[in-house]
């Protein structure tokens, strides 16, 4: 549906200036309204060419300043961007669908990410190791890649960038990124500002577009010599086959299906509240999400119970108007996908407490809008549990002990997070050693911090971001030996 004027874009950033690009427009929906509010022509193959060699340009002269100074140039172009968030806020909300309140959050946490890398920019060092035999010395010295494309979904297009851009520029390399097809607009208008901000022309370049077309082109470019991927695991698996030839390097944030495990000693209060937030957030449209949970059959009532009210209280509504909690899908194909996951796991048993369809507002029928929606002891081996549920959807589990818990938690192919509630410190310790996810929060759930690694293990990716550990992924190090004759 479209009402009102479509704004015309002209689909890249390249060279410190819009470019236009020659692929066929792509509509831009607001996922509140179903409005088709601009239409953006997605980057060719040409265009991704030109974007790559702008980015190369760039890189001889970035790659060569002081690694201080691209902090200094980073940190000033971010503030400027944080001066303009009143701006981009409600264009993220109306592009992605989130509440403004989320938009803000999200936008923070990626300015808050490049400062980071800011910071960490007079620590990326290398090594030196004295009398490796009598009179020989040896050292490591770090180099950036080159050129690395950047790919990113739309349920956190800002945030998920920045994870990237912040350790790929700090280490001198250039960046050419793709965001979903869906969410050009607030990534156009960042690399913008960042534009605006002082960083150079060329070292951080977007193009717009779909998958299969422009993302192909940058996945395959042969002078792009890493790809930062996140995204679906089917999508990761082509990526890491198509960078094969030239050994392309990758990492890969993937899907994942986090379990939650309640133990009967647990604060139940904070643990029912964070089921239903770290489930609800951001219409459940995060990787990093509570996708499962599992309560000792002791307390499981109270717990389901409690869930269950909380998901009935929530306040669906369009991501711009004041007290909405939770707002709508992001298309409606997703939609249709969480609701088929739901309707298939409810036709092999299950007990459905709320939800399981749009709301019944009327003034939403017009969005991709799906009630939050718990479903209480369906079989295991449905798609709320063995597929990754990418919506308000949660399943929960009664568990004799903590055994079976952590064995039903690892029997996915995914392990992004997860997390333990129990006040015994022993259990704690046990789950987090025993649970095969990148990430296990004790009494807490979800945030990721800049500190800490972050990747998924098994089907949920490879490599890390964030942490100092993300440097080592834009970087090759080559070993130096002084020797001692002449
Ligand atoms: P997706 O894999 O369909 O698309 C992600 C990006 O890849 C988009 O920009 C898309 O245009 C591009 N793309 C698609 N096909 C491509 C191809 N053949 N070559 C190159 N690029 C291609 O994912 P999505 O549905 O947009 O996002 C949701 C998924 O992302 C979920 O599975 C979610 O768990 C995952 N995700 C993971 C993390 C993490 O850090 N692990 C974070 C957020 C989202």
Redesign the pocket.
Known sequence: MSTGTIAAVAGAFIDGREHANGGDPLPVTNPGTGEVFAEVPGATARDVDTAVDAAARAGAEWSALAVSKRGEILGAAAHHVEAHLDELVPLLTREQGKTLRDSRIELTKAVDTLMHYVGLAKTLRGAHTPGLDPGVDGIVLRRPLGVVGA??????PTT?LCNKLAPALVAGNTVVA????TTPLTTLRFCELLAEGGLPAGVFNVVTG???V???A??RHPRVRKIA????????E??MA?AAPGMKRVTL????SDPMIICDDADLDAAASAASMGRFYNCG????AIKRVYVFESVADQVIEAVAAKAKRLKVGRGDVKGSQMGPLHTAAQREEVAGQVARTLEHGGTLLAGGGPPEDPELEAGFFYAPTVVADPPHDVPMATE?V?GPALPIWRVADLDEAIARANASPFG?GSSVWTRDLARARQAAERIEAGYTWINSRTKVYDELP?G?WKS??YGK?HGSEAFDYYTETKSVVFGSQS
């Open positions: 790919i990113v979904p739309w349920n956190f998920l793709k965001p979903a097809g779909s998958g299969s422009t993302g192909t940058l996945v991927f996140t995204g679906s695991t089917p999508v990761g082509q990526i198509l944030e993937l899907g994942g449209q995060a990787c990093l990754e990418f992004l972050f998924g949920s990716g971001e």
